[in-house]
């Protein structure tokens, strides 16, 4: 029975009965308990003796009281987390159920268009034989043009609103059916689990024109909010240049036609930029989702009929945009697709049409500058890289802002996100720009002294190129500009990724102190001083200062500091330390990204928000293949890997899995009567620095990605033949059978038979405090781990058993290290790929060498299968 405490102090004494607490009380214990959720004894007595509305209850009450306190605010934050996890989770099965649902429809549609086939080729075949194929193909040609395609639409006249609404209407049709539709086949990308905590559900595209990638997601924010981050291309586009609004039309349903232009960057020096002429349609459906779609004009639909600006192709964006439906309990669902022809070559014909009246040695001129070299094109024609450079990063850029408007993410350098991402953009753009070279920016090209290997390019009007606001800052009256020397180059066999992490934390390996010191002096003192090359005869260090990291950990935004013990105590020239902004991206170990950059531009010790950046750095971007149209080859990187001279692609298909090509631009300030002297000083560091990269590259290149690495398993190796003998001749030891009979008495038949044989046979070494590692298996082993023979030693035997699997094993492996063999019950192991195997039975056994001693386990999966 609980009573009041003013009514009956002596109950209070007694710590065993419930007391009621009066309305004062609670208050001021609220308010303790705001200040110090967790009171020690002697504070809890210094609150009564101070506290006379507490003064009558007893201490050990009081920490019962601090202690339920406590209790009911986890509850209350653990029923929070789930409410907020459920209404994911609940959001994320709506998503998977609308998406398994478009599977059926895409489905039924492939059954249909099946039969279809099946009954024209039964009636082509009885009309060839009765003779009246020339009529059928007559009618045929009829029907056709009678029933044009959907991508068949007749021409609008965009000159008028009316028009346009048609145009928007027509865009806004087929991009609903790629979003939501069957228009397009989609295939899930590897690594990319649907998932409350994941971006959501992300696809490519096979078998369509150009290039096409899709996302659905969940984000914590409104769709109107949504709506408008995604509009804002320039905040989140990291590759796009500008985007210019040249007329809006409103629209009698409530909608917007916007008619816009966008430049974006070329990614390497190898080739030109892209432009587009697009029509942007946004309006509300009829269930209160927000649709924002958009394609590209062409000359019968309104658009530009002249040729592509300067350093620019024109490129066309297919039905592209994003569909954005409010979530129950708060968030939005946002549906993805980007769907664009980056092709150069049809651009480059229609050049040479318009300009068929130049000159042969000009015409091969616009070839070289206009034509993107076949080593690049997997960068234009990858669904893939499309995903990862556009897609998939307008879903990260929503999911930070939403993270970092609901307070989770922390930040250091007192410095609000918003400012952090305006850094980081900035340091990007700056970097593209000096990629790019815009004429229109003032760059311009300097003659070379002979070699090609490194450009120089000349901007003699900063005011252009940085903004007005940094010229007074930067360059005196007195005249001088901003010099770019930059370089591109192929790169065999090493991860983008670990090769910009061990540049970012290896400074020293490829930078001279010297010139980066000069260069920070520039921006501190003089933008003037010579940044001559000097040997840095002094150690080095380099501290790292994280600012801030998005939520994935896919960028890093922080500043480098160098002490200034590198230099000699007479040169009063240098500041003490050098500081750097340095952005970090694509280095994470699990991160999807193909492409990784690490870019830096001096700064003083006061780093102002609106400090200018002169950047320079690293870009390294995989050149993943083209998607393939051949049901033999998988999606992921493992499938495509060189090996000796195994044929792991089609014949006469480049394979270019394994190639990065690495683009390095540093910029340097100069005043005019120096400025050979730096350009020379420029193209020299930087030939320094490319031979520093390679070298780090050659050291660093992964040991199973080495381009003379052949595995000693294959047919013609003699070791594999040794290690074929010694499978069958322990099989035959401990079990008292042949594993097979052999056909032949040639030298290498009991390899080629194991190679060949149907069951999945697999070695693996066994070492004292290590998880047994695949060293050898078999081509059905191959095709049951989905792997290759390269990247077969990375996987483990205890990632290939499911839990009760490794159970088995475990209770056996005694037995199988005594008696020599154990079989094993049916059971399910898992791919590389995470899809699960059935097995009907399987048996290990111990491996001899020929002096007896135990040299590996051998496994047996007898009919396998996938599930």
Sequence with gaps: MA?????????????????????????????????????????????IRDSPILSNI????????????????????????????NRKLSAMNKLLMEENDRLQKHVSNLVYENGYMQQQITTVSATTTTGNSCESVVMTGQNQQQNPTPHQHPQRDANNPAGLLAVAEETLAEFLSKATGTAVDWVQMIGMKPGPDSIGI??????????????CGLVSLEPTKVAEILKDR???????????????VPTGNGGTIELMYMQTYAPTTLAAARDFWTLRYTRSLEDGSVVICERSLTTSTGGPTGPPSSNFIRAEMLPSGYLIRSCDGGGSIIHIVDHVDLNVWNTLQLLLFFNFVLSFINIATLMQVWSVPEVLRPLYESSKILAQKLTIAAVQHIRQIAQESSGEVQYGGGRQPAVLRKLSQRLCRGF??????????????????????????????????????????????IGGGVLCAKASMLLQNVPPALL????????????????????????????????????????????ILPLAHTIKHEEFLEVIQIEGHAFPPDDVALPPDMYLLQLCSGVDKNSIGACAQLVFAPIDETFADDAPLLPSGFRVISLAPKMASHTTRTLDLTSTLEVGSGNNHPAGEPDYSLRSVLTIAFQFTFENHLRDSVASMARQYVRSVVASVQRVAMAIAPPRLGTQLRPSFLPDSPEALTLARWICRSYRIHTGTELFRVESTSGDAILKQLWHHSDAIMCCSVKTNASPVFTFTNQAGLDMLETTLVSLQDIMLDKVLDEAGKKVFCSEFSKIMQQGFAYLP?????????????????IAWKVLNEDDSNHCLAFMFMNWSFV
């Design 3 to 47: 009573l009041s405490m003013h009514k009956d102090t002596n109950f209070n004494k007694d710590s065993s009965k419930y007391v009621r607490y009066t309305p004062e009380q609670v208050d001021a214990l609220e308010k303790v308990y705001a200040e110090c959720p967790k009171p020690t004894s002697l504070t809890r007595q210094q609150l």
């Design 58 to 85: 007893d201490p050990k009450q009081l920490k019962v009281w601090f202690q339920n306190r406590r209790c009911r605010e986890k509850q209350r934050k653990e029923a929070s987390l789930l409410q907020t996890v």
């Design 202 to 215: 992300v696809a490519v595209s096979r078998n369509c024109s150009g290039v096409a990638a899709r996302a």
């Design 234 to 248: 320039l905040s989140w586009y990291r590759d796009c240049r500008c985007v210019d609004v040249l007329s809006i």
């Design 432 to 477: 593209n720009d000096a990629v790019n070279g815009f004429v229109d920016d003032g760059w311009s090209l300097m003659g070379n002294d002979g070699v090609e290997d490194v450009t120089i390019a000349i901007n003699s009007s900063p005011n252009k190129y940085l903004g007005s606001e940094y010229n007074s800052s930067m360059f005196p009256s």
């Design 500 to 543: 910009v992490n061990f540049l970012r934390e290896h400074r020293s390996e490829w930078a001279d102190y010297g010139v980066d010191a000069y260069t920070a002096a520039c921006h501190k003192s003089s933008p003037y001083a010579v940044p001559c090359a000097r040997p840095a005869d002094f150690p080095t260090s380099q501290i």
């Design 826 to 842: 049916s059971g399910i192991c898992v791919s590389s790929m995470n899809r699960s195997v059935s097995y009907d039975e399987a």
